[in-house]
């Protein structure tokens, strides 16, 4: 993401948004009674009253609307924003769309910006340009190819190999054959990936992945370097999932806030586990915050229009503690719903106090 133009004393913030994840970002930013400006084309509102919408020429032109719904469309890569245009406008008053995608030049308009907006806003202006990263998860029962880039999750194929080699055939030839089959497959999906990935790490269950590292680096030699191959118990999915949750591809992952989200919710499950250096809930975790005892606040995006929750966020800044939004609609994100929505890893032991009992 990148800051064009900003103004404290108005309000007015001009965003170029350049990544998938700068969409996410921008939806999570956006909230109603906000004033959003963008290029878009709308039919001609002068053409005759009896003239057919299907008719009427469209126009190119700067609209500005005022904030009602907001809808984020991950896997087609847009952002919805409907509400009625503003009064600078002669249809001031109508409703209308703004499609927001890569690449767009967007004025929004804030009476003020929230902590957890800043921090939405930091992270996007931290990480301008995210490389994309292809995880593999496969054996010879299923197998999966995602896309990682930034706070985005792209599903590129998965398929339910289960039988190949495995069919019944007698013949040793009919299981390499369909063996021989599966691994091509899987080489012609990643094979146009790699022109806009940075690095690929495969993972799964046995010595399949070996033989999948191994043939992809033969046949794109120039990718032997950035190829990492990491032991998982489950392919496809679930396997991509354990990968992210193991910490295992750290390294090789640290550009993703995706990759960062799994392994900091699996280091804050362990350490609850083990009764480490772990906070959970609003009031224990407030706690620990306003001690400075808090290294990284964990919070649940959807509640970050909560007015405690976004004094929190303020106070963990001001504690120099790091903050993660962590998306509702992730494995990470389904895992600290399951906690309240709210947790942190600590610096140090620290011991909250018990809440008071309410007199009667």
């Known amino acids: 993401m990148k800051l064009l133009f900003q103004d404290p004393h108005t309000g007015v913030l001009r965003l170029k948004v350049q990544t998938p994840s700068d969409l996410w970002r921008l939806s999570r930013l956006l909230a109603p009674g906000d004033r959003v400006g963008a290029v878009t084309t709308r039919r001609d509102s002068e053409a005759p009253s009896d003239t057919p919408a299907a008719q009427r020429d469209r126009r190119t032109l700067f609209l500005t609307v005022r904030v009602e719904r907001v809808e984020f469309h991950e896997f087609t890569g847009h952002v919805r924003v409907t509400g009625p245009i503003t ?31 800043r921090t939405l806003l930091e992270e996007g202006l931290r990480n301008p340009e995210e490389p994309v990263l292809l995880l593999v998860s496969a054996d ?9 880039k930034g706070r985005s999750v792209e599903i590129v194929d998965e398929r339910d190999a289960r039988g190949l080699g495995k069919y019944g055939r007698t013949k040793a030839s009919g299981r390499e054959k369909d063996r021989e ?16 990935g940075q690095g690929v790490v495969v993972s799964g269950p046995g010595f399949f992945k070996e033989e999948l590292a191994r043939r992809l680096g033969e046949r ?27 910490g ?12 960062q989200e799994e392994a ?14 772990s906070a959970v809930g609003d009031g224990e975790v407030s706690q620990a915050v306003q001690a400075s005892a808090v290294e990284t606040l ?36 389904r895992r600290l719903r399951g ?22």
Request: net charge negative; no cysteine; aromatic share 4%.
């Open 264 to 277: 900091t919710v699996e280091r804050l499950l362990r350490s609850l586990g083990e009764g480490g250096l």
């Open 181 to 196: 089959g599966y691994v091509e497959e899987l080489l012609k999906v990643l094979a146009p990936e790699l022109t806009r």
């Open 140 to 148: 010879t029962s299923s197998s999966a190819v995602v896309r990682l």
């Open 248 to 259: 295992k591809a750290a390294e090789a992952l640290s550009a993703s806030v995706v990759a």
């Open 298 to 333: 964990l919070v649940l995006e959807d509640r970050l229009t909560e007015r405690p929750v976004q004094d929190l966020v303020e106070s963990a800044h001001q504690a120099q503690s790091e903050v993660l939004i962590v998306r509702a609609d992730g494995e990470a994100g």
């Open 220 to 246: 794109f030699p120039e990718w032997r370097g950035r190829i990492r191959v990491f032991g998982t118990s489950e392919s496809g999915l679930p396997g991509v999932h354990e990968l992210l949750r193991s």
């Open 87 to 117: 009064e600078e406008s002669p249809e001031g008053g109508r409703y209308h769309t703004l499609d927001l995608e890569v690449g767009a030049d967007v004025t929004v308009t804030k009476s003020a910006l929230s902590p957890s907006d």
């Open 339 to 360: 906690l309240g929505g709210v947790a942190a890893l600590l610096r140090y032991p620290f011991r909250a106090a018990p809440s008071k009992a309410r007199s009667s």
